[in-house]
């Protein structure tokens, strides 16, 4: 029988050494790799060639949303299911436009985790039965009702996405551009960019944007410059 390759993204050691720990019993699953950022599991996953990415949203350098964004670009075939603590409509949503196959909470048991990866590598979406209830209330609710209506980040690029996380954790210009391996001229032109296009005047701004947009959450500690 064929191992489904999983990476496991999660920036809390803990958590990514109790999932790990976890799934070993499933003897149909092999972790292959564990990032604890965006970043890094773009990177694995473009190293390592994995079935499964099992996905956090709240990770810092690079937000699994986006690390999800890049990694399905470069390789349409992986699954990624996401597993949060969070379950707000608005990240649920982007979820689902971005390609995810799945969201699973984080009080979910090992059985459905292992569960959720063997169904998404049949090609099925799989959701933990809180995500499916709100799904199936949104879809039977009249259009009016604005719940779910999330406002895109549209008109950035995945440059640009990244360069405002950064910003927004509170890394200075410097810091960014060695994190991204640029000059930080092209920083500081990337940071007007998105100021120009956002009609956004401060770095401040700039953070409550990539957090309402859910780039970064509220709960992140970042510091305004």
Known sequence: MKLIKTILADDHTIVREGLRA??????GIE????????????????????????????MPLLNGLEATRQIL????????????????????????SIGAVGFLIKQTSAQILAKAIHEVMSGKAFYSPQV??????????PERDGALVVKKATGLTSRELEVIQL??????????????NISIKTVEKHRQHLMD??????????TR???AQGIIESSVQVTIV
Do not use: C, F, W
């Open 73 to 96: 670009e470069a390789s349409p075939a992986v699954k990624v299911l996401i597993l949060s603590a969070h379950s707000d409509d608005a990240y649920i949503d982007r979820v689902i």
């Open 22 to 27: 976890l799934l070993l019993a499933d003897k």
């Open 197 to 206: 296009k956002l009609n956004i005047h401060d770095t401040a701004g700039l």
């Open 132 to 141: 499916s209830k709100r799904l199936r209330d949104h879809y039977h609710r």
């Open 209 to 211: 944007y990539a957090i």
């Open 31 to 58: 972790v292959v790799g564990e990032a604890h950022n965006g970043r890094e599991a773009v990177e694995m996953a473009a190293a390592l060639h994995p079935d499964v990415v099992v996905m956090d949203i709240a």
């Open 167 to 180: 910003v927004a954790e509170g890394q200075a210009n410097k810091q960014v551009a060695a994190g991204l």
